[in-house]
């Protein structure tokens, strides 16, 4: 079983900044792909970004290329996610998610294990 615990999020103004961060705990963090997805209120969830697990590749979605920035620190197993230049006024729930392998995940049936969402709700 794979754990996924966020961090993070809040309320912040459009324009604004915000992180997110997702730890998962146990010792194969270092070979998981990791990734991101938001679901606002009405609308699916939907894939953000992804990260390999060295940290040496990433997809972002189109919405958020150049705005979004995705990292992570292996020692620490930790993903994080920076968000600058937020848009409009919504509120959407920021999950981080794996397949708990090194999967590269676009979707959201291509992931078994899932951050609990609230704690990473980005509001602005």
């Known amino acids: 079983q794979v754990q996924l615990v966020e961090s993070g999020g809040g309320l912040v103004q459009a324009g604004g900044s915000l992180n997110v961060s997702c730890a998962v705990p146990?010792?194969?963090?270092?070979?998981y792909y990791m990734a991101w997805f938001r679901q606002a209120i009405g609308k699916e969830r939907e894939f953000v970004v992804s990260i390999s697990p060295l940290g040496v590749t990433t997809y972002y979605s189109d919405s958020v290329k150049?705005?979004?920035?995705?990292?992570?620190?292996?020692?620490?197993?930790?993903?994080?996610?920076?968000?600058?230049s937020l848009l409009s006024s919504v509120t959407a729930v920021y999950y981080c998610a794996t397949a708990g392998s090194n999967f590269s995940p676009s979707n959201n049936g291509e992931c078994g294990y899932w951050g609990q969402g609230p704690q990473g709700t980005v509001s602005w």
């Open 66 to 84: 150049g705005r979004f920035t995705v990292s992570r620190d292996n020692a620490k197993n930790t993903v994080f996610l920076q968000m600058n």
């Open 26 to 31: 146990g010792s194969s963090f270092g070979h």
